[in-house]
């Protein structure tokens, strides 16, 4: 049994990019069971772009579920775009998860944007100024409820998606000066907390496509600039009994016509 996910992040949709990405999603129902977004789904997030990610990724004929990224968020206008999401039929997770059945396999989803703070050796700690410790509970707040989503979840696999990165590996290519504000190893911690198959994340977008989290956990950065494609579809093959982990490969991604 083989579970095949589609994923994209940071599409950074409004009017004029509307129809771009549609001649390859319409494919999706022959290559994929599920299509996941990992965050900047607009540019600037307002509503008028949600209704833009709603006419383009809605109604596709596979589940679609995605988290929002930090221009999500810019216009404070979160509510608003969540419920046009979720109006077009797309999941939109924040710390919570949802569990789909691919053809007799349960596919456990957990989904949280995430936050900044560094990687070990190189992060911010909660320590100092109010303001500094507010950077950082927030990260851990976020990371905390990411792992209970994963551990909570009665399913066969677990998927990871985040829209900030676990791990450093995939920022390479990224001015190592910026690192703290493209991810933190909290999350990464949240993933290793659970039996996670796959972590899938954007926001880098002159990030590297593969990295591992020190648990070994397979991540994959799907932001657009990165794959440039209209997404990659990863090839699951759920662990058998008694094994410790399954298998992640990647299989040839669909372009934008």
Known sequence: ????????GDVHLDQDVVGRFRPALEELPDTADVLLLAGDLTRHGTESEARCVATEFGGLGVPVVAVLGNHDYHCDEVPAVIRVLEDAGIVVLE?????????????????????????????????????????VRTTSAISEQLGVALREM??????????????????AGEPPE?????????????????????????????????????????????????IKQAYSVFHLHPPYAGATAGKVSAVSASGIS
């Not at 349960?106 to 500094?132: D, V």
Request: charged letters at 15%.
């Open 95 to 135: 710390g919570t998860n949802v569990v789909l059945d691919c053809t007799g396999v349960r596919l456990g989803i957990a989904g949280a944007k995430g936050f900044g703070g560094g990687f070990a050796g190189r992060c911010a700690s909660e320590f100092g100024e109010p303001e500094m410790k507010d950077f």
């Open 154 to 171: 009665d399913c066969d696999v677990r998927v990871a998606l985040t829209h900030y990165a676990p791990v450093p590996d995939t920022l």
């Open 1 to 8: 049994m083989v579970i095949r996910i589609a994923a994209v």
């Open 178 to 226: 910026i690192y703290p504000f493209l991810g933190s190893y909290l999350l990464g911690q949240a993933i290793d907390s659970a039996p996670t198959e796959l972590a899938l994340h954007g926001h880098a977008h002159a990030g590297s496509e593969r990295g591992t989290t020190p648990g070994g956990v397979r991540v994959r950065n799907v932001a657009h600039p990165v």
